[in-house]
């Protein structure tokens, strides 16, 4: 059956499959909102390109008490996974690529926990422009 996005595993088996194929894959949550943890926000604005099955939101809401998030992903199948996760939490969910998002200095944190490596070079280069954009740092050095 072909996939239903980019990753070879279908949107409702991803959970358990990328734990499958990626020993300690729930490090790169852990260790993602430990670091976030120690830069104290008192209440968090938070893009997560590439968001998946929203795992990394439903930490997070358990972490901190004042989170708001926008999730992006391009696919439909993966954002339906995240909504049923995240139902009646402070998420708005954005069907797209990453470097498609416009936002201008909106966010404390923007995260793309394994997903931009699924872009060519000049896709990730306005990808990471974007980025800096939403956190209102284009043309700082
Ligand atoms: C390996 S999964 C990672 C999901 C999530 N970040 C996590 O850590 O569980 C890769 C995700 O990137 C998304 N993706 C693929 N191409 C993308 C792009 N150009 N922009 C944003 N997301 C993309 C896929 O749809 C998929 O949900």
């Given at each position: 059956?072909?996939?239903?996005?980019?990753?070879?595993?279908?949107?409702?088996?991803?959970?358990?499959?990328?734990?499958?194929?990626?020993?300690?894959?729930?490090?790169?949550?852990?260790?993602?909102?430990?670091?976030?943890?120690?830069?104290?926000?008192?209440?968090?604005?938070?893009?997560?390109?590439?968001?998946?099955?929203?795992?990394?939101?439903?930490?997070?809401?358990?972490?901190?008490?004042?989170?708001?998030?926008?999730?992006?992903?391009?696919?439909?199948?993966?954002?339906?996974?995240?909504?049923?996760?995240?139902?009646?939490?402070?998420?708005?969910?954005?069907?797209?690529?990453?470097?498609?998002?416009?936002?201008?200095?909106?966010?404390?944190?923007?995260?793309?926990?394994?997903?931009?490596?699924?872009?060519?070079?000049?896709e990730r280069k306005k990808a990471t422009e974007c980025v800096y954009m939403?956190?209102?740092?284009?043309?700082?050095?």
């Amino acid at each position: 059956m072909p996939s239903d996005n980019t990753t070879p595993m279908l949107a409702k088996e991803y959970d358990v499959k990328i734990n499958q194929t990626i020993p300690y894959y729930s490090e790169f949550y852990r260790q993602t909102l430990d670091v976030i943890e120690q830069c104290g926000f008192d209440e968090i604005y938070w893009l997560d390109l590439g968001c998946g099955t929203g795992t990394l939101e439903e930490q997070a809401f358990q972490k901190f008490p004042a989170v708001h998030f926008v999730l992006v992903d391009p696919s439909e199948k993966m954002l339906e996974q995240a909504k049923f996760k995240l139902e009646n939490r402070s998420v708005k969910f954005v069907c797209a690529m990453s470097d498609s998002v416009k936002y201008e200095n909106c966010f404390d944190v923007v995260t793309a926990i394994q997903s931009h490596h699924y872009m060519r070079e000049q896709e990730r280069k306005k990808a990471t422009e974007c980025v800096y954009m939403q956190m209102g740092l284009y043309g700082i050095k």
